[in-house]
């Protein structure tokens, strides 16, 4: 394996080529990096020896050995000396990660030479550098994310083909809600494991809970409590929900207890047991609640989720120990397999509020968390209209897009804030900041924030977001000035006239030709030569057609380095501001240099 790297036999490798060496070897990258730097077994110009390596990873493994107090679930990384932090992962959720990846990837016809990856090494850490793993794993959480004709492939990609997939996979993630704020595609390439798991696990919990939604599954209804609304049952958190539907069947079971959390609540395995009969009586029974060893009746438990085809992510070992993410993940899966409750008479469905299935303004409001994600906000943005009642999490966003602005001492904090006054007057200070900075909030109050009025929201978010593009384009630009749509839409044309060679124009962000998804790609072919590939571009005519165009326009933009949080049919149906931060966004990164010709 060393020597594959080595194809000169010059006798050592380039200290960034360890990470596959290193995972083959068993051994976490960062710790072998680690290890030759302390040993000062590193060659002038970063060259790294067969024996140096050799050295390093028989010390590692020797201090295995004399370490007899660790913990057999955890893998302990060490970051560089300069850094002079450690980082701990899951072995048991590594495991449970990579059979996932394994049982839905392994028949890719990309990448299906590389499985299955080995359970019980570093071995993912290797395999995920290149990004197509990680590309191909977002799409199967959430189908149709990424445009895969972007994808650089083949058995060795260049860093450059790496970086441009891990761009991909990075920008990617943020679209779909991952928290990826200190997470870059240089990350990825050097094998930082503990980052690159964590990205795996919201990837997969991602798609193990995108169908715990009304909207696939109506009779999650059903679930509401006596005097709940609609409205208040939808701001649940997917962990809560889950933990109804449990509830739920274990009172239809006439079972006297309750579970709260993913972890204390399920590790007796009584709970599972009767979740089991209950979904599916005739193929599983209560037996295992004569079972007195813990072990044993977590065997008899997943013994029964084979019978049910949903022995998945748990052993009997996580189960006892409750690990709390490998059984949310167990929940899930056997939630979108056996949900067990009663389809909804027509009677019912005429209950449910129509809004409900209106994805109008729910799309605007969606981009509008993640990006406000993306600025690195705390606590994470789930509900727009809820999470930003209390006003730090806009002041942040405030402080982030014109720094020095806010003036904390006037911020009353930390969250979580109770007293309705204290937010009031926290969102009443983010309306005089965004008067400050020229925002349309006429009649607007902060009041209205706090009250989450959704259409006061979104028009305030808006604003902030659109602010955010017009700084970080000011701060490119060489004379510092204020920029404004028309500077971007004149960027745009001239860009597609002169550097794409194309002779069309837009006047506005609502010009119907948009439509098509056309003079975007020209427009990022403009930017970067040679970026687009014209044989995989239709005209645009039919919807089917826009829509591929415009998914092709979004990940090309993604490969690139932009983060954006536009979808594909923001551009078919021409929604103007949206398609403003995908413009805007496209001429920052022009701009920035970074993108080279």
């Not at 390093?56 to 020797?62: F, I, M």
């Not at 789930?382 to 006003?391: A, I, K, R, T, Y």
Request: contains cysteine; charged residues 25%.
């Amino acid at each position: 394996m060393f020597q594959d790297l080595d194809a000169d036999n010059h006798g050592w490798i380039h200290q960034s080529d360890l990470g596959s060496v290193s995972t083959k070897a068993g051994e976490a990258a960062s710790n072998v990096n680690e290890k030759l730097t302390r040993m000062k077994l590193i060659a002038q110009g970063d060259g790294v020896t067969l024996e140096a390596f050799l050295a390093a990873v028989s010390e590692l493994r020797r201090e295995k050995g004399m370490s007899a107090t660790a913990n057999k679930n955890k893998i302990v990384l060490h970051g560089s000396t300069s850094e002079n932090t450690t980082h701990t992962i899951n072995e048991d959720e590594k495991q449970s990660f990579v059979e996932h990846i394994n049982q839905v990837l392994g028949g890719d016809k990309d990448i299906r030479h590389r499985f299955p990856i080995d359970l019980l090494t570093m071995q993912i850490f290797g395999e995920v550098k290149d990004g197509l793993i990680l590309a191909k794993l977002i799409n199967d959480s959430v189908p149709n994310t990424i445009d895969e004709r972007v994808l650089n492939l083949g058995k060795k990609l260049n860093t450059f083909q790496m970086t441009e997939n891990n761009n991909v996979v990075v920008n990617s993630a943020k679209a779909i809600g991952c928290s990826v704020v200190n997470i870059g595609a240089q990350d990825l390439i050097e094998g930082r494991e503990h980052l690159a798991l964590g990205l795996i696990w919201q990837i997969i919990k991602i798609g193990l809970q995108a169908k715990v939604d009304l909207k696939y599954h109506p009779e999650l209804f059903r679930l509401l409590e006596d005097g709940e609304t609609l409205e208040q049952f939808l701001k649940l958190p997917v962990e809560q929900i889950l933990l109804r539907w449990f509830n739920y069947h274990l009172k239809k079971a006439g079972w006297a207890r309750k579970v709260h959390n993913f972890s204390g609540d399920v590790k007796d395995g009584e709970n599972y047991t009767v979740l089991l009969s209950q979904l599916a009586p005739h193929l599983c029974d209560r037996s295992p609640l004569r079972t007195h060893d813990i072990y044993q009746r977590a065997e008899q438990v997943l013994g029964n989720a084979d019978r049910m085809g949903c022995r998945k992510y748990l052993s009997p070992k996580t189960l006892v120990e409750g690990n709390q993410k490998l059984n949310f993940a167990f929940v899930a899966n056997l939630f979108n397999n056996w949900p067990g409750l009663e389809k909804l008479s027509d009677a019912e469905k005429a209950q449910l509020d129509d809004s409900l299935f209106n994805s109008e303004g729910t799309r605007e409001a969606r981009a509008f968390a993640l990006w406000l994600n993306s600025l690195g906000v705390e606590p994470f943005v789930n509900n727009l209209f809820d999470d930003l009642q209390d006003g730090l999490v806009l002041l942040q966003a405030i402080d982030k897009v014109r720094p020095g602005l806010v003036d904390w001492k006037k911020v009353n904090k930390p969250a979580p804030i109770a007293s309705k006054f204290k937010k009031v007057e926290n969102t009443n200070y983010v309306i005089t900041l965004g008067k400050e900075l020229k925002f349309t909030l006429v009649a607007v109050q902060g009041s209205d924030i706090t009250d989450g009025v959704k259409t006061l929201t979104l028009g305030l978010v808006w604003q902030l977001m659109r602010e955010h593009v017009i700084q970080t384009l000011k701060s490119l630009s060489k004379t510092g000035r204020e920029i404004t749509e028309v500077d971007i839409i004149n960027w745009a044309n001239t860009t597609v006239q002169t550097r794409a060679q194309k002779n069309t124009s837009i006047t506005q962000f609502k010009d119907s030709q948009l439509s098509t998804g056309v003079y975007l790609l020209d427009l990022l072919n403009g930017i970067k030569k040679g970026v687009v590939d014209y044989t995989m571009v239709t005209p645009g005519r039919l919807e089917e057609d826009a829509l591929m165009n415009a998914k092709y326009a979004i990940s090309i933009a993604r490969k690139l380095g932009a983060t954006i949080f536009v979808l594909p049919e923001d551009i078919v149906e021409v929604k103007p501001k949206m398609i403003l931060t995908f413009v805007g966004t496209l001429m920052a990164l022009d701009k920035s240099g970074v993108l080279g010709m």
